[in-house]
T-cell receptor, first 112, second 117 residues
Framework: DAKTTQPPSMDCAEGRAANLPCNHSTISGNEYVYWYRQIHSQGPQYIIHGLKNNETNEMASLIITEDRKSSTLILPHATLRDTAVYYCIVRVFYSGNTPLVFGKGTRLSVIA | GAVVSQHPSRVICKSGTSVKIECRSLDFQATTMFWYRQFPKQSLMLMATSNEGSKATYEQGVEKDKFLINHASLTLSTLTVTSAHPEDSSFYIC?????????????FGPGTRLTVL
């Protein structure tokens, strides 16, 4: 799986949009971008994934650049409950027994 | 999304004892389960991968005789930490993947906090 680079930490004011960047310059054509988050002392939670088009669900939006070398996860109206470590992971869609491999992620602190 | 449970959520034990952690997929059949370990302020580290009815595959550096994994059914996997020592104190997280999942997602349990005194 391609390597990803994320800033170690970010702050965001409550109610504002949180924009979390991820660089994946070595991504292959068949690799998707996945985002998970981990709230303190809980298991990781799936947020969203995409291949090349922008994606949106009830939790977040995912913006992938045209060259697919980077992406941004957007939490449109961050709340205190969004404080967590966010992981950007690149991998093929059908990966059989291959597990998700977690990097260091971005620690997002939402401030009141 | 699918639900994965872990039991217990928290356990404290004495050094030298064994601890069993259960991981269950509640509403789907998990053909593959993964066990991760997470130390404070660090990321999740994969320990092993197990397929139902097969022996687990351990990551380099993980002692298979110390961390016994059993995946006897499509809804249950267990991790037994044998002869636990204080350095085994960690947050253990299981994850399951089902063959019918259209997104090939991994669903994660809530984790088990192990403290070895």
């Amino acid at each position: 799986d391609a390597k990803t680079t994320q800033p170690p930490s970010m702050d965001c004011a409550e109610g504002r949009a949180a924009n979390l960047p991820c660089n994946h310059s070595t991504i292959s054509g068949n690799e998707y971008v996945y985002w998970y988050r981990q709230i303190h002392s809980q298991g990781p939670q799936y947020i969203i994934h995409g291949l090349k088009n922008n994606e949106t669900n009830e939790m977040a939006s995912l913006i992938i650049t045209e060259d697919r070398k980077s992406s941004t996860l957007i939490l449109p109206h961050a709340t205190l409950r969004d404080t967590a470590v966010y992981y950007c992971i690149v991998r093929v869609f059908y990966s059989g027994n291959t597990p998700l491999v977690f990097g260091k992620g971005t620690r997002l602190s939402v401030i009141a | 999304g699918a639900v994965v449970s872990q039991h217990p959520s928290r356990v404290i034990c004495k050094s030298g004892t064994s601890v069993k952690i259960e991981c269950r997929s509640l509403d789907f059949q998990a053909t593959t389960m993964f066990w991760y370990r997470q130390f404070p302020k660090q990321s999740l580290m994969l320990m092993a991968t197990s397929n139902e009815g097969s022996k687990a595959t351990y990551e380099q550096g993980v002692e298979k005789d110390k961390f016994l994994i059993n995946h006897a059914s499509l809804t249950l996997s267990t991790l037994t930490v044998t002869s636990a020592h204080p350095e085994d104190s960690s947050f253990y997280i299981c994850s399951a993947r089902g063959g019918r999942s259209s997104y090939n997602e991994q669903f994660f349990g809530p984790g088990t906090r192990l403290t070895v005194l």
